[in-house]
């Protein structure tokens, strides 16, 4: 995807690696909406990358035909959508308190699967009306799903689920989208320092880095922005989900 005056949509884009990606992209030219249910945050990204803040819910169907339909007025179409929007809720099947309650696995669900389904759907119907560009391609959608997809632990029932939606959904997406010269790409995340983590005590994220083999340290948003924009950029890379977590493999404690 030839990325230069382009109009991208980023999900998440107020916070993170959403945020990281927001500004990688327009580093490189684009045009960026940065959507994202935090109006504050948003309109501070917005700002420094000239993008458009729109607040938008991804899980809602008209919150997100209402934000698609504002980012285009102001940037045209998109070609490029990065869904970054997402939220990790850790709790245990059998609580203190009995079973989990099913409003909150249903929530995690809704976020982080359906809310990046819903924002997919939308935007690709938009590119597949564009007119395709030199290398044939009409758009690219980057999902962000995570390590949790295959390696969750104890307590992210939910939000393995979810992240393992994501990853299921990438190939047959792609292989439908084809026939448009739409790609569809997933990155899967290790443990990057963002507000998530940033919060928690010095020590836990020592101990958390202590379980990466190389480099032993958290991830840098702007790492997860340049596998982004790579993905965007290079034309062959298609329906593939990439783990980008310094080989981060955790056993179960
Ligand atoms: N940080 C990590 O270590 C890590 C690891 C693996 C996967 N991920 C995934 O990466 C993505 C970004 O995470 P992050 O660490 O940058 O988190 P973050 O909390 O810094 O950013 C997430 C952003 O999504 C927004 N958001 C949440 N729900 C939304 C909704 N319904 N509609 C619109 N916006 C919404 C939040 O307001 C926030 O700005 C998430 O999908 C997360 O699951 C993160």
């Known amino acids: ?32 909406a940065v959507f994202d249910l935090n109006a504050k945050l948003a309109e501070e990204v917005a700002a420094e990358i000239k993008g458009t803040a729109v607040v938008c819910d991804v899980s809602d169907a008209a919150s997100a035909e209402a934000g698609i339909v504002q980012a285009a007025k102001a940037h045209g179409p998109a070609r490029v959508l990065v869904n970054c929007a997402g939220i990790g ?8 308190e009995g079973p989990m309650a099913l409003s909150d696995f249903d929530k995690v669900i809704k976020v982080n699967l359906i809310g990046s389904f819903n924002m997919l759907r939308l935007a690709t119907a938009e590119m597949s009306k564009r007119e395709p560009q030199a290398t044939g391609e009409r758009g690219v959608v980057v999902n962000t799903a995570s390590v949790a997809a295959y390696d969750g632990q104890i ?41 998530l983590l940033a919060n928690l005590p010095q020590e ?31 034309p062959y890379l298609n329906g593939e989900v990439v783990r980008l977590d310094a080989a981060l493999r955790m056993a179960p404690k």
């Open 204 to 234: 836990a994220q020592d101990s958390l880095a202590a379980a990466i083999p190389f480099p032993r340290r958290l991830g840098d948003a702007s790492e997860f922005a340049a596998l982004a924009l790579h993905m965007v950029e290079n």
């Open 89 to 96: 809720v850790a709790k245990r099947v059998i609580g203190r």
């Open 155 to 195: 307590g992210q029932a939910a939000y393995s689920a979810s992240k393992g939606g994501i990853v299921a959904m990438t190939l047959p997406i792609a292989r439908e989208l084809a026939q448009f010269g739409i790609r569809v790409l997933t990155i899967a995340p290790g443990l990057f320092l963002t507000p």
């Open 1 to 32: 995807m030839l990325l230069k005056d382009q109009a991208a949509i980023v999900t998440g884009g107020a916070s993170g690696l959403g945020a990281a990606t927001a500004r990688k992209l327009a580093a490189q030219g684009a045009k960026v």
